[in-house]
């Protein structure tokens, strides 16, 4: 049995096979496996999956990794080192999260899979198959042919197998770039922190010893920070982080250039089918998991074992291959939050004791851009004039009232985000902006492919409301600590944008997390962030979460409290910039900036 891809699916797989007695090739495209210097978190899913792939395999990646203890923070702070919100991770975690080198997973993988008795080519990729009765020929980058009685295309988001297979194009770039790096001895001590600043996201975490990983995500036109090199990279990563918290950047300083990676962020839908015949899709291959769900090695582990079990239990290979993709497309397809529901797993969240709405400390961001909520207009007072003067330091502005469009992410009607999102409608109505609200319901497009907004109704019009937009509001539930997969689809048909300005160049990004739990809220909030970052829009400074819709503002006009404060904050920030951009709009002929 031939292997395409030696990666943590492949490697995963082929020891798996070889542990239950099958013959298995692993043929891999680099010259040396384990020579990448990233990191990746392993949760419980994972850590039961290499357990059922054999007897020593979790033993073994616990004894390379740090476990995630009871009492360990998540910290979110801004660019400057506030902390916005802390998540307790160790003691709500059902199991130790296991955050491991990506080169350390990748020698065990390697050194359990040779064990086994699998044997592994480097140097050399899959570039085709042919299949040829009962066995499959495999062609080889040099020229030679393998042939096996099955082919497993385990060779990642761009993968030869998928092509040849299903012929569905590249993958799309998803508008941001991957740095990553590693240092020893960080003033930032043993914890793990997103850190989030205009147009870029750090993630930072523990991995071994005194080392800290860090993943800078920056919203970046394709191919620009791949062609630097690390060195390069690294040089434009610090002046891009001028200004930032010092022991931030710091740690980007501090790493050695061998040890980056850079790497545009591509995409791609889940396959329709994985199985041709003898062949058989695993891991990125069949669900390209993106690095901000954090579940791509999970996935690869559990793909492996599954794939091991079936075939080493089954005769007869087609078969065997039929059921595998037929339980692990269910599954996921689940955690890739079901593009109708972003659902991860069903399941009523901890509250997490330690961390409590009053314990937010973005109220100390609320001067951030020198602008306080207007007041709310009393009832009975009309409609908002055409204009409006905003003070700043530099200059008095003339602003045009902004066009905000509010999108819900759940598809329940008349759910929680559907009435923050109203909500948040009214406050921005109140500051002088037109507004247009998406309930989840009216975003229930189908899977995106480019061109598609142009013959589907409902997506034109989001896209049509977008391009007049001065800001945005994006509202999800937090679904486990992810974001909705029904809201990401939506704006994914931002593709689409095109003209002078495409995607949500330069439009405030106002971002709300809706769940009865502070558990999640973080996660939730920082993957919209990146969101709007991705979009190439402005998300504001402050992001909320809520657990129910606030009440409405008294007649009285007293200044509210709690979450009503917070999103009356966020949206007076939204509506401020939308503003501003109102207000620097020049008229395009043809197209709306």
Same mark, same amino acid.
Not at 480 to 498: E, F, P, T
């Given at each position: 049995?031939?292997?395409?891809?030696?990666? &943590?699916?492949?490697?995963?797989?082929?020891?798996?096979?070889?542990?239950?007695?099958?013959?298995?090739?692993?043929?891999?495209?680099?010259?040396?496996?384990?020579?990448?210097?990233?990191?990746?978190?392993?949760?419980?899913?994972?850590?039961?999956?290499?357990?059922?792939?054999?007897?020593?395999?979790?033993?073994?990646?616990?004894?390379?990794?740090?476990?995630?203890?009871?009492?360990?923070?998540?910290?979110?702070?801004?660019? =400057?080192?506030?902390?916005?919100?802390?998540?307790? @991770?160790?003691?709500?975690?059902?199991?130790?999260?296991?955050?491991? %080198?990506? /080169?350390?997973?990748?020698?065990?993988?390697?050194?359990?899979?040779?064990?086994?008795?699998?044997?592994?080519?480097?140097?050399?990729?899959?570039?085709?198959?042919?299949?040829?009765?009962?066995?499959?020929?495999?062609?080889?980058?040099?020229?030679?042919?393998?042939?096996?009685?099955?082919?497993?295309?385990?060779?990642?988001?761009?993968?030869?197998?998928?092509?040849?297979?299903?012929?569905?194009?590249?993958?799309?770039?998803?508008?941001?770039?991957?740095?990553? $790096?590693?240092?020893?001895?960080?003033?930032?001590?043993?914890?793990?922190?997103?850190?989030?600043?205009?147009? &870029?996201? %750090?993630?930072?975490?523990?991995?071994?010893?005194?080392?800290?990983?860090?993943?800078?995500?920056? *919203?970046?036109?394709?191919?620009?920070?791949?062609?630097? !090199?690390?060195?390069?990279?690294?040089?434009?990563?610090?002046?891009?982080?001028?200004?930032?918290?010092?022991?931030?950047?710091?740690?980007?300083?501090?790493?050695?250039?061998?040890?980056?990676?850079?790497?545009?962020?591509?995409?791609?839908?889940?396959? #329709?089918?994985?199985?041709? $015949?003898?062949?058989?899709?695993? !891991?990125? +291959?069949?669900?390209?998991?993106?690095?901000?769900?954090?579940?791509?090695?999970?996935? +690869?582990?559990?793909?492996?074992?599954?794939?091991?079990?079936?075939?080493?239990?089954?005769?007869?290979? #087609? !078969?065997?291959?039929?059921?595998?993709?037929?339980?692990?497309?269910?599954?996921?397809?689940?955690?890739?939050?079901?593009?109708?529901?972003?659902?991860?797993?069903?399941?009523?969240?901890?509250?997490?004791?330690?961390?409590? #709405?009053?314990?937010?400390?973005?109220?100390?961001?609320?001067?951030?851009?020198?602008?306080?909520?207007?007041?709310?207009?009393?009832?009975?007072?009309?409609?908002?004039?055409?204009?409006? *003067?905003?003070?700043?330091?530099?200059?008095?502005?003339?602003?045009?009232?902004?066009?905000?469009?509010?999108? /819900?992410? /759940?598809?329940?009607?008349?759910? @929680?985000?559907?009435?923050?999102?109203?909500?948040?409608?009214?406050?921005?109505?109140?500051?002088?902006?037109? *507004?247009?609200?998406?309930?989840?319901?009216?975003?229930?497009?189908?899977?995106?492919?480019?061109?598609?907004?142009?013959?589907?109704?409902?997506?034109?019009?989001?896209?049509?409301?977008?391009?007049?937009?001065?800001?945005?509001?994006?509202?999800?539930?937090?679904?486990?600590?992810?974001?909705?997969?029904?809201?990401?689809?939506?704006?994914?048909?931002?593709?689409?944008?095109? =003209?002078?300005?495409?995607? %949500?160049?330069?439009?405030?990004? $106002?971002?709300?997390?809706?769940?009865? =739990?502070?558990?999640?809220?973080?996660?939730?909030?920082?993957?919209?962030?990146?969101?709007?970052?991705?979009?190439?829009?402005?998300?504001?400074?402050?992001?909320?979460?809520?657990?129910?819709? #606030?009440?409405?503002?008294?007649? !009285?006009?007293?200044?509210?409290?709690?979450?009503?404060?917070?999103?009356?904050?966020?949206?007076?920030?939204?509506?401020?910039?939308?503003?501003?951009?109102?207000?620097?709009?020049?008229?395009?002929?043809?197209?709306?900036?």
């Amino acid at each position: 049995m031939v292997v395409a891809g030696g990666g &943590i699916g492949g490697l995963a797989a082929a020891a798996g096979l070889a542990v239950r007695g099958i013959d298995v090739t692993v043929v891999e495209r680099a010259g040396r496996i384990g020579a990448c210097g990233t990191a990746l978190v392993i949760h419980s899913r994972g850590m039961r999956a290499a357990d059922a792939l054999s007897e020593r395999l979790g033993g073994r990646i616990r004894a390379v990794a740090p476990l995630t203890g009871p009492g360990e923070i998540h910290v979110l702070m801004d660019s =400057g080192g506030t902390v916005l919100a802390e998540e307790q @991770t160790g003691a709500a975690a059902e199991a130790p999260q296991v955050p491991v %080198l990506r /080169s350390a997973l990748h020698r065990v993988l390697l050194d359990e899979a040779l064990a086994a008795g699998a044997a592994v080519r480097l140097a050399t990729a899959v570039t085709d198959y042919t299949p040829v009765g009962d066995s499959v020929t495999v062609r080889l980058s040099d020229g030679e042919t393998l042939d096996s009685e099955a082919l497993v295309g385990a060779d990642g988001t761009h993968s030869a197998v998928r092509a040849r297979m299903l012929g569905d194009g590249p993958p799309r770039y998803r508008g941001y770039t991957s740095v990553e $790096g590693c240092t020893r001895g960080s003033a930032l001590g043993h914890r793990r922190l997103v850190v989030d600043g205009r147009g &870029i996201r %750090l993630l930072i975490a523990p991995v071994s010893g005194d080392t800290l990983y860090w993943n800078a995500e920056i *919203t970046a036109p394709p191919g620009v920070w791949p062609a630097l !090199g690390a060195a390069g990279a690294q040089r434009a990563l610090l002046e891009a982080l001028d200004g930032w918290y010092g022991p931030v950047v710091d740690l980007v300083a501090d790493a050695g250039p061998g040890d980056l990676v850079i790497t545009d962020i591509h995409h791609r839908d889940p396959a #329709p089918r994985w199985v041709d $015949g003898r062949v058989v899709l695993l !891991g990125d +291959a069949a669900h390209p998991m993106l690095t901000a769900l954090g579940q791509g090695a999970d996935m +690869a582990l559990e793909d492996a074992a599954a794939l091991a079990d079936v075939l080493a239990s089954s005769a007869e290979i #087609p !078969g065997a291959l039929v059921a595998y993709a037929a339980e692990r497309m269910d599954r996921t397809a689940a955690v890739l939050a079901s593009r109708r529901q972003g659902v991860l797993e069903r399941g009523v969240e901890r509250r997490d004791a330690q961390t409590k #709405p009053a314990g937010r400390r973005d109220a100390a961001l609320a001067d951030v851009l020198g602008r306080r909520p207007r007041p709310r207009r009393p009832a009975g007072t009309g409609a908002p004039g055409p204009t409006t *003067t905003a003070l700043t330091e530099k200059r008095d502005i003339a602003m045009r009232s902004p066009h905000i469009v509010l999108i /819900s992410g /759940s598809l329940r009607s008349g759910s @929680t985000s559907d009435q923050v999102a109203q909500w948040c409608a009214r406050r921005c109505a109140e500051q002088g902006a037109t *507004t247009r609200v998406f309930t989840g319901a009216e975003i229930d497009f189908p899977a995106y492919r480019p061109g598609l907004a142009g013959t589907h109704e409902g997506a034109a019009a989001l896209l049509g409301e977008l391009r007049a937009a001065d800001g945005v509001i994006l509202v999800s539930p937090t679904y486990h600590a992810s974001v909705s997969g029904l809201l990401k689809n939506a704006l994914d048909y931002v593709n689409d944008i095109g =003209g002078p300005l495409p995607y %949500l160049e330069g439009r405030a990004i $106002g971002t709300v997390a809706v769940g009865t =739990g502070v558990q999640g809220a973080v996660s939730t909030l920082a993957t919209l962030r990146t969101v709007g970052h991705a979009l190439r829009g402005w998300p504001t400074p402050v992001g909320v979460a809520v657990a129910q819709v #606030p009440a409405e503002p008294s007649a !009285g006009g007293a200044e509210p409290g709690g979450d009503a404060a917070r999103l009356v904050e966020m949206v007076s920030q939204a509506v401020w910039l939308g503003g501003v951009r109102s207000a620097a709009r020049t008229p395009l002929l043809g197209a709306v900036a």
